[in-house]
């Protein structure tokens, strides 16, 4: 039965679509979360990136976005996030209509506790799965960028060519949702610096790993696996051998890459070598799986206003709803694949359905790529984000693949009625021990 606060509330239950209620009802969902009047306290919230923070202060854009300072609430310990009124009209503000919006990014908070959970520090090489439309990944860049502490803005030339010794990589299957990551980093120049790459591919079977060349002079140019790879896809091959053919395949295939969808000139050419040392960092995998948005506010409220056939046709449709978690055990197991031992990977949805999370996470570490003690469930490491909005933990499933009241003490419920925030799931998964790429 769905849990709801009170009876009073059947009648705006009611109101739902009757597939929307039943998908409610089958997945155990809180109801208060679809209900206006549990969500009314649900703020939205702006990001403004690490370079503009000194100057687009709270004051500044309470102006532009022509509301009182008290309106404008800085969020506490997410640096450059402010909450504002649902009701704030942003995209009719000065703060839109002047072009100043290049300033500031329309992030939800828990979106921002989604990217802390990795952890990152300056080198960190990060694959971003399901990257698109690109808020998460911004982020990524502006957080590596930061951290490396580089120059907010550069000017010159040679300062243009400074290296970010961190990159991100994203990865979307949908070309269009791509297109538009692609414009949101070059319209905001999150840190400055050409840290991050977008492919479009299928993030089950995407194989490509963290960048060689990072930077201009190669940085990792003197690393056994970049002499080795050089060595082995220039070695020829004789034209005597029995296998001429299948050699020449192999080393063409050795020397072929998958062309960015969008790549800065420091890794345009990347030669995109498939080598266990070139896993993808501490790791920063982050599987921002698809799923059933059940509990994307927006996502949500755009139904609401438009019509609830489309959510019904495009999310709630059985067939989607029937293969969803299979496609979130897939790019979960490739995400991990891509990971380095000791490696940290994100597991994250926007709905609050157990088959979509806590099942996915019991799975990966009963039957799947982290059974046997190969991956353990991690709190945060520095929880002072996650204090800023209240979670409730994973829950533990009454199914033959259980999660253990520890186990789920490590997951993170936003619920809207109760966080204020938009819905999200997060899991913190570590790699234990070596596990290499599968032979190319
Ligand atoms: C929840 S959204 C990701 C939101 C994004 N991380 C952000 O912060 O803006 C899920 C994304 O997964 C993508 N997707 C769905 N199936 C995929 C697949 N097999 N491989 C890669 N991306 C996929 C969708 O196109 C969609 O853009």
Same mark, same amino acid.
Request: proline share 6%.
């Given at each position: 039965?769905?849990?709801?606060?009170?009876?009073?509330?059947?009648?705006?239950?009611?109101?739902?679509?009757?597939?929307?209620?039943?998908?409610?009802?089958?997945?155990?969902?809180?109801?208060?979360?679809?209900?206006?009047?549990?969500?009314?306290?649900?703020?939205?919230?702006?990001?403004?990136?690490?370079?503009?923070?000194?100057?687009?202060?709270?004051?500044?854009?309470?102006?532009?976005?022509?509301? !009182?300072?008290?309106?404008?609430?800085? /969020?506490?310990?997410?640096?450059?996030?402010?909450?504002?009124?649902?009701?704030?009209?942003?995209?009719?503000?000065?703060?839109?209509?002047?072009?100043?919006?290049?300033?500031?990014?329309?992030?939800?908070?828990?979106?921002?506790?989604?990217?802390?959970?990795?952890?990152? @520090?300056?080198?960190?090489?990060?694959?971003?799965?399901?990257?698109?439309?690109?808020?998460?990944?911004?982020?990524? !860049? $502006?957080?590596?960028?930061?951290?490396?502490?580089?120059?907010?803005?550069?000017?010159?030339?040679?300062? #243009?060519?400074? @290296?970010?010794?961190?990159?991100?990589?994203?990865?979307?299957?949908?070309?269009?949702?791509?297109?538009?990551?692609?414009?949101?980093?070059?319209?905001?120049?999150?840190?400055?610096?050409?840290?991050?790459?977008?492919?479009?591919? $299928?993030?089950?079977?995407?194989?490509?790993?963290? *960048? /060689?060349?990072?930077? *201009?002079?190669?940085?990792?140019?003197?690393?056994? /696996?970049?002499?080795?790879?050089?060595?082995?896809?220039?070695?020829?091959?004789?034209?005597?051998?029995? $296998?001429?053919?299948?050699?020449?395949?192999?080393?063409?295939?050795?020397?072929?890459?998958?062309?960015p969808f969008y790549a800065p000139k420091t890794m345009r050419h990347d030669p995109q070598i498939k080598h266990s040392a070139l896993l993808y960092? #501490?790791?920063?995998?982050? @599987?921002?799986?698809?799923?059933?948005?059940?509990?994307?506010?927006?996502?949500?409220?755009?139904?609401?206003?438009?019509?609830?056939?489309?959510?019904?046709?495009?999310?709630?449709?059985?067939?989607?709803?029937?293969?969803?978690?299979?496609?979130?055990?897939?790019?979960?197991?490739?995400?991990?694949?891509?990971?380095?031992?000791?490696?940290?990977? @994100?597991?994250?949805?926007?709905?609050?359905?157990?088959?979509?999370?806590?099942?996915?996470?019991?799975?990966?570490?009963?039957?799947?790529?982290?059974?046997?003690?190969? !991956?353990?469930?991690?709190?945060?490491?520095?929880?002072?984000?996650?204090?800023? /909005?209240?979670?409730?933990?994973?829950?533990?499933?009454?199914?033959?693949?259980?999660?253990?009241?520890?186990?789920?003490?490590?997951?993170?419920?936003?619920?809207?009625?109760?966080?204020?925030?938009?819905?999200?799931?997060?899991?913190?998964?570590?790699?234990?021990?070596?596990?290499?790429?599968?032979?190319?």
């Amino acid at each position: 039965m769905a849990t709801r606060a009170d009876s009073a509330d059947d009648a705006s239950l009611a109101a739902l679509p009757a597939p929307l209620r039943a998908f409610i009802e089958d997945n155990d969902l809180d109801a208060r979360n679809f209900l206006a009047q549990h969500l009314q306290h649900v703020e939205r919230f702006l990001r403004v990136p690490t370079r503009w923070q000194s100057t687009v202060t709270r004051q500044v854009l309470a102006a532009q976005l022509g509301v !009182a300072k008290t309106d404008v609430r800085p /969020v506490a310990n997410l640096a450059g996030f402010y909450a504002l009124p649902r009701a704030t009209r942003v995209a009719q503000s000065s703060l839109y209509q002047e072009g100043k919006a290049s300033s500031v990014f329309g992030m939800d908070v828990t979106s921002a506790i989604a990217v802390h959970a990795l952890d990152l @520090v300056a080198t960190d090489q990060v694959l971003d799965l399901c990257c698109a439309p690109g808020a998460k990944l911004c982020l990524i !860049a $502006d957080r590596l960028a930061a951290a490396a502490g580089t120059p907010a803005e550069q000017t010159n030339a040679e300062e #243009k060519e400074t @290296v970010c010794p961190g990159t991100v990589t994203g990865v979307d299957v949908s070309a269009q949702r791509a297109a538009t990551c692609r414009a949101l980093l070059r319209k905001y120049p999150v840190s400055g610096l050409p840290n991050a790459r977008l492919f479009v591919a $299928d993030g089950r079977t995407f194989d490509v790993c963290a *960048p /060689v060349r990072v930077g *201009p002079r190669w940085t990792r140019s003197n690393s056994p /696996v970049l002499l080795q790879w050089h060595q082995e896809t220039t070695t020829k091959v004789s034209p005597a051998s029995a $296998d001429t053919t299948d050699e020449r395949r192999a080393q063409r295939k050795k020397r072929t890459a998958s062309a960015p969808f969008y790549a800065p000139k420091t890794m345009r050419h990347d030669p995109q070598i498939k080598h266990s040392a070139l896993l993808y960092d #501490k790791a920063s995998v982050l @599987v921002d799986a698809e799923c059933t948005h059940d509990e994307s506010l927006a996502h949500v409220q755009k139904h609401e206003a438009k019509g609830w056939s489309e959510l019904e046709e495009a999310f709630l449709a059985p067939d989607r709803l029937r293969d969803i978690d299979q496609l979130q055990r897939q790019l979960l197991e490739n995400g991990w694949n891509l990971l380095r031992p000791g490696g940290l990977l @994100v597991y994250a949805t926007c709905s609050l359905s157990t088959r979509q999370n806590e099942q996915v996470i019991a799975w990966f570490l009963r039957q799947g790529p982290g059974a046997q003690g190969r !991956a353990r469930l991690v709190p945060a490491e520095n929880p002072t984000a996650y204090q800023s /909005v209240p979670a409730h933990n994973g829950r533990s499933q009454a199914t033959t693949l259980t999660l253990t009241d520890a186990e789920c003490a490590h997951l993170l419920r936003f619920e809207p009625w109760h966080s204020g925030t938009s819905g999200l799931f997060i899991a913190r998964l570590r790699k234990t021990v070596p596990d290499m790429l599968p032979a190319p």
